[in-house]
């Protein structure tokens, strides 16, 4: 099974997916990548192309703790703080390896997440992950914003194991984001990999550099939602995802 690549789509905030650098691969460059991983399998070599990796923004350097130790010092000393101080010694530290995780999306073997866990199956009707906890930062200020993510995708003979689709919410979510590109990253990233006939992703989200700083409401909150194939061309598609989720918010369940 091959991933098939579209061209990246502009989302909400003026961004396109990817690295936004305005770079395009053809067809032909990335059968070439995937051709020349001998030794993987095709899927696996395609997750891990190049092309795939620029589109996704993924395959990024290990963080530089050192120099972030470096600023996080700076910083303290900037606000006024003593870093020797016994409450801040270790701040640094922890600050660095704090991002290490937190941004850990950049750095996600896709390959090694999807685990092959892609099945074929003869059902064609939508499937939903829903209520599915996501933390992010934003771009804009580095503090967090954090929500719930719902997922479907009418599969074209190909399904993805349940527990793959938290682990891909994670992986675009742990990183600097805005909530619009970061909607539209889960929904390609899933057609990409399924081939699905069609993918709907809809994202709450609670913004602390709102909430904390600037207007300060607390109780304000954005969604966001991307409509792929078969769910943007059918309205009544849409509207039986959403019912979906309104129909199971704030119902308790078995686990």
Partial sequence: ???????????G?????GNGNGHHHDHGHEQEVTVALIGETEFDAALRSPVLQER???GYPEVDQDAIKQAVTQI??????????EGLRSTPKRVASAYDELLSG????????????????EYDDMIIVRDIEYFSLCEHHMLPFMGHAHVAYIPDQKVIGLSKIPRIVDMFSRRLQVQERLTRQIAEFLE???GARGVAVTLDGAHMCS???GVQKCHSGMTTSAWLGEFKANRDLRSEFMAHIHRAAGKKTLI
């Fill in 76 to 85: 303290l000393i900037a606000v006024g703080e003593d870093p020797n101080r």
């Fill in 1 to 11: 099974m091959t991933t098939k690549r579209k061209s990246p789509a502009a989302n």
């Fill in 13 to 17: 905030d003026g961004h396109k997916s």
């Fill in 56 to 58: 996704f923004e993924l």
């Fill in 192 to 194: 990409t990999i399924l």
């Fill in 106 to 121: 950049y750095r996600t073997d896709a390959a090694e997440l999807v685990n092959n866990a892609i099945f074929d199956v």
């Fill in 211 to 213: 909430m904390m700083r």
